[in-house]
């Protein structure tokens, strides 16, 4: 397999909850974008760069008049990842852009459907165990 990059684009997504009568404010990332980069990794990180100083976050977006430039503060980070800090008028938004190799790749495969007797024995019986999502090796 010969190494495919990508820019990744993740935004600060706020939530606000109340609890026991306090306002919380609860941040977390979200994958808002993933771009295919055609070429090696130079040309990612180049990308990477391109989008941390002109991606526009929804938050910000969806308010802007056209003509808008928001003010920008870009962090590059010691392992390359771009933190930025958006802001126009009285909104501010973060974004986190870094560049991954794909490095494992495999197709969905779906299960052959069930024969009439399987349906009918699974109707009678209890339901399968689900599979375990993942184990660390040896702890299987």
């Known amino acids: 397999m010969t190494a495919e990059w990508y820019v990744l684009i993740e935004e600060d997504t706020r939530v606000t909850e109340y609890v026991d009568g306090n306002q919380l404010k609860l941040h977390r990332w979200m994958l808002t974008g993933t771009h295919h980069i055609e070429g090696d990794e130079a040309q990612a990180v180049a990308a990477a760069e391109d989008a941390a100083l002109h991606y526009i976050p929804d938050t910000i977006a969806r308010h802007a008049k056209p003509g808008d430039e ?3 503060h870009a962090l590059l980070a010691q392992d390359g990842a771009w ?3 958006v802001r126009q008028r009285h909104r ?3 974004i986190r ?3 991954a190799r794909l490095m494992h790749s495999r197709e969905e495969k779906e299960a052959p459907p069930k024969t009439l007797k399987e349906s009918l024995r699974g109707a009678l019986q209890a339901p ?3 599979p375990k999502p993942w184990a660390p090796p040896g702890q299987a």
């Open 70 to 72: 928001p003010a920008r």
């Open 83 to 85: 933190v930025v800090i």
């Open 92 to 94: 501010e938004a973060r």
């Open 97 to 99: 852009v870094t560049t």
């Open 128 to 130: 399968p165990p689900l």
